[in-house]
C-alpha cells in the first residue's frame, strides 16, 4: 500500500508501539510523530528509537498527520479525542484500538471536526504486558481487525484504513460496534473477569497456602494467572465501559455455572462428559483457523527454566 505522508500515534504502549515497529519494519509511514501522556514514556519512546519526533502536546502531534491512531485505555478516549481536535487538518483519517467501541464512539465523535473521518477499530491482538518496551512488530500478523465505521464513513477513507491494517498484517472485518461490544463481551472480557476472579479467590483463600496455589499452579491456575496479569486501568475501562454486555454474559454465565455446579453434586457424568467433550471441539476448532497452535503451554515456547 502507499505509504501514510506523516502517521500520529497518541499513546505508545504495548499496541501503540507495536504500530509504530510494525509500520517502520513494512514502511507503512514516510514520517512517525508520537505523543504520550507523561514525559517518561515519551522519552523511552525516544531511546527505543520508536518515531521520528515525539511531541508533549498531543494537538501540535496531530498537526500534519494522515492518520492519527489513539492507543489509550477507553476511558480517556474522548479526552484525547477534545485534546487532539484542535490540531486535526480536514481529510485526516482518525482512528483508535479500544477494546470498546460504543462507548469509544460516543466519547470521540463530539469533539472531531467536520471534514475528518473518524472510523473506530479494534485490533484483536494483544498479550498481558504493557508500555512501549512491550511491543513487537509481528503482533498484529494473522490476528483479526474489527472496525465499527458509522453508516456515512467515508468509503475511500474506509479503504485506506482497511489497506493500513492488512499491511500490519491483519485480516479485516466491519461490524456493527454494538454487535461488536456483545461478542467481545464474550470472547475476551468474560475471560478476563473470570480469571481475575479465579486469582481474587485463590490469593484469598485460608485453608490451602499461597505458597502451595504457587508451587501446584502448573495444574490449570497458571493459564489463568497470564490474563489475570492484564493491565489493571486497562481492564477497570473495559468494564466501566462495556458495561450492559458484559452484565448480560455474566449472568448467562452464572445460570451455566449453577447448572455445572447441579451436575457435580447430583454426579451427572455424563452431563459433564457432554460438556468437556463439546469444549474440547471448540478449541480444536481455535487451532484449525490459525488463531493458536497446538502445542503445550497454550502455544508458548516451553523455554523457560522450571525451578527446581
Ligand atoms: P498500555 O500499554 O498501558 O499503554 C497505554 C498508553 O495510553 C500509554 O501511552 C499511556 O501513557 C496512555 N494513557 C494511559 N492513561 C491515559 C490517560 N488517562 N490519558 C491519556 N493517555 C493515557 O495500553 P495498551 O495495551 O497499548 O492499550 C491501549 C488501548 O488498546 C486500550 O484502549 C486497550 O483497550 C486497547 N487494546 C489493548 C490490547 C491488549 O492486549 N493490551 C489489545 C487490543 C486493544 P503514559 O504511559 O504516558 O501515561
Known amino acids: 500500500m502507499p505509504a501514510f505522508k ?25 514520517r512517525i510523530v508520537i505523543s504520550t501522556r507523561s514525559a517518561e514514556t515519551l522519552k523511552r519512546a525516544e531511546e527505543l528509537g520508536l518515531g521520528d519526533a515525539y511531541e508533549t502536546d498531543p494537538a501540535k502531534a496531530v498537526v500534519d498527520a494522515d492518520l492519527i491512531i489513539v492507543s489509550v485505555p477507553v476511558g480517556a478516549s474522548g479526552a484525547v479525542a477534545e485534546a487532539i481536535a484542535p490540531g486535526l487538518k480536514p481529510g485526516a483519517i482518525l482512528t483508535d484500538v479500544g477494546s470498546t467501541k460504543a462507548s469509544v464512539i460516543q466519547q470521540m465523535t463530539p469533539h472531531v471536526p467536520e471534514g475528518v473521518h473518524f472510523i473506530a477499530g479494534h485490533p484483536i491482538a494483544g498479550t498481558e504486558k504493557s508500555g512501549p518496551d512491550a511491543g513487537f512488530a509481528t503482533l498484529f500478523d494473522n490476528r483479526w481487525c474489527i472496525l465499527t465505521p458509522a453508516a456515512d464513513a467515508d468509503p475511500a477513507a474506509m479503504e485506506k484504513l482497511s ?5 500490519c498484517g491483519s485480516k479485516v472485518d466491519v461490524m456493527d460496534p454494538q454487535h461488536h461490544d456483545m461478542v467481545l ?15 481474587g479467590t485463590a490469593d484469598d483463600l485460608e485453608a490451602v497456602t499461597k505458597s502451595e496455589v504457587i508451587k501446584y499452579s502448573a495444574s490449570g491456575f497458571r493459564d489463568f494467572t497470564r490474563l489475570a496479569a492484564s493491565d489493571p486501568t486497562m481492564w477497570r475501562d473495559v468494564c466501566l465501559h ?3 454486555a458484559i452484565l448480560e454474559m455474566l449472568s448467562r454465565f452464572m445460570e451455566d455455572l449453577s447448572s455445572l455446579q447441579r451436575a457435580i453434586r447430583w454426579g451427572d457424568g455424563d452431563k459433564l462428559f457432554d460438556l468437556f467433550t463439546r469444549t474440547r471441539a471448540v478449541r480444536k476448532s481455535i487451532v484449525e483457523a490459525g488463531q493458536e497452535v497446538d502445542l503445550p503451554d497454550f502455544g508458548r515456547p516451553a523455554a523457560h527454566p522450571v525451578k527446581p
Open 6 to 30: 506523516t502517521v500520529a500515534l497518541i499513546g505508545i504502549g504495548l499496541i501503540g508501539s507495536s504500530l509504530a515497529r510494525v509500520m517502520r519494519d513494512r514502511k507503512l509511514a514516510d
Open 163 to 167: 489497506r493500513f491494517w492488512s499491511a
Open 185 to 199: 463481551a464474550i470472547v475476551s472480557h468474560l475471560p478476563h473477569i473470570i480469571a481475575y476472579n479465579i486469582v
Open 242 to 244: 462495556n458495561r450492559d
